[in-house]
């Protein structure tokens, strides 16, 4: 079992910057897949961007690419995304997630149901 804690949400004025943790219980960290979605309003949970075990890989919503990054650190448990050049439309509840253990299918999908374990979101807010 991974327990996954979000922080670092906030609000931002449109072109700022935000940097999200989530820090993951448990010794199996290393062996999941991490992923980052988000939900707005009204609307469905999407996918933001994921990252392998190793961190080697990564991939983006073709909406924040190239403004956001993630990225992990295995010895302190943690996943960061650091989004840069916010607009009112990242306005969102952010979510971490993390994959089956040792499951190397999970990187290549968007879909929220390929993740095992979700936290508990953090808002980020965007002002004009």
């Given at each position: 079992?991974?327990?996954?804690?979000?922080?670092?949400?906030?609000?931002?004025?449109?072109?700022?910057?935000?940097?999200?943790?989530?820090?993951?219980?448990?010794?199996?960290?290393?062996?999941?897949?991490?992923?980052?979605?988000?939900?707005?309003?009204?609307?469905?949970?999407?996918?933001?961007?994921?990252?392998?075990?190793?961190?080697?890989?990564?991939?983006?919503?073709?909406?924040?690419?190239?403004?956001?990054?993630i990225s992990r650190d295995n010895a302190k448990n943690t996943v960061y995304l650091q989004m840069s050049s916010l607009k009112p439309e990242d306005t969102a509840v952010y979510y971490c997630a993390a994959g089956p253990s040792r499951d190397y299918t999970t990187i290549f999908s968007r879909d929220p149901s390929a993740y095992a374990y979700w936290g508990q979101g953090t808002q980020v807010t965007v002002s004009a």
């Open positions: 079992q991974v327990q996954l804690v979000e922080s670092g949400g906030g609000l931002v004025q449109a072109g700022g910057s935000l940097r999200l943790s989530c820090v993951a219980s448990g010794r199996t960290f290393s062996s999941h897949a991490m992923g980052w979605f988000r939900q707005a309003p009204g609307k469905e949970r999407e996918f933001v961007t994921a990252i392998n075990w190793t961190g080697g890989i990564t991939y983006y919503a073709d909406s924040v690419k190239g403004r956001f990054t």
